[in-house]
Nanobody
Framework: QVQVVESGGGLVQPGGSLRLSCVAS????????IGWFRQAPGKEREGSSC???????????YYRDSVKGRFTISGDNAKNTVYLQMNSLKPEDTAVYYC???????????????????WGQGTQVTVSS
């Protein structure tokens, strides 16, 4: 069964940090790209970061401008896990964060999330003082 499970969310003050994890099962991340997406209440889902498979592209990474310089996506193939390190968090980063998989590249329009499958249940990130 192909599955991804997110964890690591929580409540953090503005300027703080969190690290989210996306654990994959039923498939190898060596051959899949993983995207992190988020959805705030009343807003559309948006992509934040993506990492292409190590086999296809040596794990190239992509970021939306809203998170560039603050978020870092990385993968650990041995643990079949992708991480999203989030620093300098802002209240506008508050959302449910999801990871999802596609083969094998992120693609030009990865941030739209249309070609991703195997979505997780999400993890809540709340940035508030």
């Amino acid at each position: 069964q192909v599955q991804v499970v997110e964890s690591g969310g929580g409540l953090v003050q503005p300027g703080g940090s969190l690290r989210l994890s996306c654990v994959a099962s039923g498939f190898s991340l060596e051959y899949y790209a993983i995207g992190w997406f988020r959805q705030a209440p009343g807003k559309e889902r948006e992509g934040s970061s993506c990492i292409s498979s190590s086999v296809a592209s040596d794990g190239s990474t992509y970021y939306r401008d809203s998170v560039k310089g603050r978020f870092t996506i990385s993968g650990d193939n041995a643990k079949n896990t992708v991480y999203l390190q989030m620093n300098s968090l802002k209240p506008e980063d508050t959302a449910v964060y999801y990871c999802a998989a596609r083969t094998p590249w992120c693609g030009v329009n990865w941030y739209r999330g249309r070609d991703f499958a195997s979505w997780g249940q999400g993890t809540q990130v709340t940035v508030s003082s």
